[in-house]
């Protein structure tokens, strides 16, 4: 599936529709060197976009190492922020979670009374090693 998005999200007319939630990230391995590609949902939030994710490729990301991406059609770099604190990581997944319930079904977080995600859930997966990755596309 991983290898169709890809493809997808290199293609210029359908990439501007997928695009809207899709990008793929050009992860390097820090061991490796090989380059791999991730595509993966994310969020605009207060001008940057926001990914969140417990799989192994995140370690190879670093705060203040850019990386490339490919948005909306387009190849550009993107300075790259971590946040692994439990503070910051529950914060933010709850607003990727609200602003997308793909991602919400996923990481198994659900919703209180009052629509917002439930706190138990966002530190379960904290606790499960999830991080978030803030993406400043320049």
């Known amino acids: 599936m991983n290898a169709v998005m890809r493809t997808l999200l290199r293609a210029p ?50 705060t203040g190492e850019p990386i490339d991406i490919q948005l909306a059609g387009r190849r550009r770099t993107a300075d790259v922020r971590v946040v692994s604190d439990e503070a910051g990581v529950v914060d933010l997944y709850g607003v990727i979670a609200t602003d997308n319930a793909n991602f919400a079904s996923f990481n198994h977080i659900g919703f209180t009374a009052d629509g917002s995600p439930d706190p138990e859930d966002l530190r379960r997966a904290f606790k499960g090693g999830a991080r978030v990755f803030v993406l400043t596309p320049r």
């Open 13 to 62: 007319g359908v990439s501007r529709f997928l695009g809207e939630r899709l990008l793929t990230l050009y992860v390097v391995g820090r061991k490796s060197g090989k380059v791999f590609e991730v595509p993966v949902a994310y969020t605009k939030h207060e001008g940057n976009l926001l990914v969140g994710s417990p799989f192994a490729w995140g370690k190879n990301l670093r």
